[in-house]
């Protein structure tokens, strides 16, 4: 037989509860926030054409050849390697 005065406490006031519940709780809210801002911020597909030229209306900058991309580090470069004009 039970004791009177023994009571027994409800789920929701036993603090190791909370804390195996809370864990996994705010990794599916999370994901959840994290997927909602997925979806809202979705990244726009560029299309090309088979010859790899932007269609008109994508609104992106043509490619650069690989040349152009490394101008300014091969200008610093060979300014870092000639001594300073006096």
Same mark, same amino acid.
């Given at each position: 037989?039970?004791?009177?005065?023994?009571? &027994? &406490?409800?789920?929701?006031?036993? $603090?190791? +509860?909370?804390?195996? +519940?809370?864990? $996994?709780? =705010?990794? +599916?809210?999370? =994901?959840?926030?994290?997927?909602?801002?997925?979806?809202?911020?979705?990244?726009? +597909?560029?299309? &090309? &054409?088979?010859?790899? #030229?932007?269609?008109?209306?994508? %609104?992106?900058?043509?490619?650069? =050849?690989?040349?152009?991309?490394?101008? $300014?580090?091969?200008?610093?470069? %060979?300014?870092?390697?000639? $001594?300073? #004009?006096?």
């Amino acid at each position: 037989m039970q004791d009177d005065k023994q009571k &027994t &406490t409800p789920w929701y006031r036993v $603090p190791m +509860v909370w804390l195996v +519940v809370g864990g $996994p709780l =705010s990794v +599916v809210v999370a =994901s959840i926030a994290t997927a909602v801002i997925a979806w809202k911020h979705i990244d726009p +597909v560029i299309a &090309t &054409t088979p010859q790899g #030229e932007v269609r008109p209306g994508d %609104n992106m900058a043509p490619k650069l =050849s690989p040349k152009d991309a490394m101008a $300014p580090a091969l200008q610093g470069r %060979n300014h870092a390697a000639t $001594p300073a #004009e006096q």
